[in-house]
């Protein structure tokens, strides 16, 4: 338990259809990110949020939306997705903004099947 | 030129071999160096930090040559537990200034059999 929790672990959704991915972490952390891992390919950076403020958009379509209500809550909203995006999504934390020693702590991750 | 490039794997090794790792990164004003290590259907988790001196962890030694942009990871006396894939990580900073860009290789899947 790395205190990083995703829900959902799975979630399987039309390319109509409207989901939310939610991130908690219980580790007083100021950073959370979100990034994607396909198959075959690095872990890709999509978004990341310090003090609730979000620092860097990695050029990812509009299709996905990220939300930081607070420091402890991320969420990734989903809409209109393509059968490309199925992916591992995954949360992560760090105390600050990474530097030479802070390291990242990942939740499980969203198996995401977009059909 | 990918910005972290892995040893392709996969790396089938007995128990009890050593086995190294190598990595490059392409931006020269990289800041931090780290490999995670990310079991099958788990997330990934911080295996060691790497720092220009090299650094050791019981079995495992990470070293840094920032000359030729390359780090590398020694695991010695290999254990079927260490079976999983080692993640290079380089964190760049973005554009702006600000830190946290950090950058995956694709990873190198080491399979350790008895």
């Known amino acids: 338990e790395t205190g990083v929790t995703q829900t959902p672990r799975h979630l399987v959704m039309g390319m109509t259809n409207k989901k939310s991915l939610k991130c908690e972490q219980h580790?007083?952390?100021?950073?959370m990110y979100w990034y994607k891992q396909s198959a075959k390919k690095p872990l890709e950076l999509m978004f990341v949020?310090?003090?609730?403020?979000?620092?860097e958009n990695n050029s990812v379509p509009s299709r996905f939306s990220p939300e930081c209500p607070n420091s402890s809550h991320l969420f990734l909203h989903l809409h209109t997705l393509q059968p490309e995006d199925s992916a591992l999504y995954l949360c992560?934390?760090?105390?600050?903004?990474?530097?030479?020693?802070?390291?990242?702590?990942f939740g499980s991750g969203t198996q995401l099947s977009v059909l | 030129r990918k910005e972290v490039e892995q040893d392709p794997g996969p790396f089938n090794v007995p128990e009890g071999a050593t086995v190294a790792f190598n990595c490059t990164y392409s931006?020269?004003?990289?800041?931090?160096f780290f490999w995670y290590r990310q079991d099958c259907r788990k997330e990934p988790k911080l295996l060691m930090s790497?720092?220009?001196s090299g650094n050791e962890d019981g079995r495992f030694t990470a070293q840094l040559n920032r000359a030729s942009q390359y780090i590398s990871l020694l695991i010695r006396d290999s254990k079927l537990s260490d079976s999983a894939t080692y993640l290079c990580?380089?964190?760049?900073?973005?554009?702006?200034?600000?830190?946290?860009?950090?950058?995956f290789g694709k990873g190198t899947k080491l399979s350790v059999k008895p």
């Open positions: 992560a934390s760090s105390q600050d903004l990474p530097g030479a020693d802070e390291k990242l702590f």
């Open positions: 580790l007083g952390h100021n950073a």
């Open positions: 949020y310090s003090l609730e403020e979000r620092v």
């Open positions: 931006n020269s004003a990289s800041q931090s």
């Open positions: 790497v720092y220009s």
């Open positions: 990580v380089v964190n760049t900073g973005f554009s702006g200034g600000s830190q946290g860009n950090l950058i």
